[in-house]
């Protein structure tokens, strides 16, 4: 079955970068595209990117200078970056399957980030 | 960027009752919307996509309609693991924005 498994740090200083990994199983990242969203402590969710199966990306505008998404295929791995982390970074990280019509159908179960001195 | 506009952001209702969440787009995106639920905790469960398509073992008192800037999200006989918050989300065209969410409680 479709699994998404988001692995990150935890805590980061602020100013600096901030890599989360996404191991996936169950479909192949050459097929389907994932996407990464973030929810900050008691908001709602924000979109912020997506890599497709042909390794072409798309970022949201307010974070496309800071933001970077990757994958090895070989390894079922999807990569975030973000860098010059501030404060307002904190949240829950997801990565999410694209389905055939470009809706999150699979999830994972998220990670927690916390941006802090 | 679309922007999307939900209402209401909180809803306070009974088991049983009926109940509907809207959801507006700053710009057509003709059935290109999806809706998810979120439990305390969780991470976001695909609901309905194309507007009006239930995911996947989603249960049939759940419906969305709409299309073009308007959509909704109608649940019938509201059950006890219906509580949560839900969020639409355009899928027409990067980045696809979500709208602010409705938080469901029991009244």
């Known amino acids: 079955q479709v699994q998404l498994k988001e692995s990150g740090p935890g805590l980061v200083a602020p100013s600096q970068s901030l890599s989360i990994t996404c191991t996936v199983s169950g479909f192949s990242l050459t097929s389907y595209g994932v996407s990464w969203v973030r929810q900050p402590p008691g908001k709602g969710l924000e979109w912020l990117g997506v890599?497709?199966?042909?390794?072409?990306?798309n970022y949201h505008s307010a974070l496309i200078s800071r933001l970077s998404i990757s994958k090895d295929n070989s390894k079922s791995q999807v990569f975030l970056k973000l860098n010059s982390l501030q404060t307002d970074d904190t949240a829950t990280y997801y990565c999410?399957?694209?389905?055939?019509?470009?809706?999150?159908?699979?999830w994972g179960q998220g990670t927690t980030l916390t941006v802090s001195s | 960027d679309i922007q999307m506009t939900q209402s209401p952001a909180s809803l306070s209702a009974s088991v049983g009752e009926t109940v509907t969440i809207t959801c507006r787009a700053s710009?057509?995106?003709?059935?290109?919307l999806a809706w998810y639920q979120q439990k305390q905790g969780k991470s976001p469960q695909l609901l309905v996509y194309n507007a009006k398509t239930l995911a996947e073992g989603v249960p049939s008192r759940f419906s969305g309609s709409g299309s073009g800037t308007q959509f909704s999200l109608k649940i019938n006989s509201l059950q006890p693991e219906d509580f949560g918050s839900y969020y639409c989300?355009?899928?027409?065209?990067?980045?696809?924005?979500f709208g602010g969410g409705t938080k469901l409680e029991i009244k």
């Open positions: 710009e057509n995106i003709y059935s290109y």
């Open positions: 890599i497709w199966g042909d390794g072409s990306t």
């Open positions: 999410a399957k694209e389905g055939d019509g470009n809706y999150e159908d699979y």
């Open positions: 989300q355009h899928h027409y065209g990067t980045p696809y924005t």
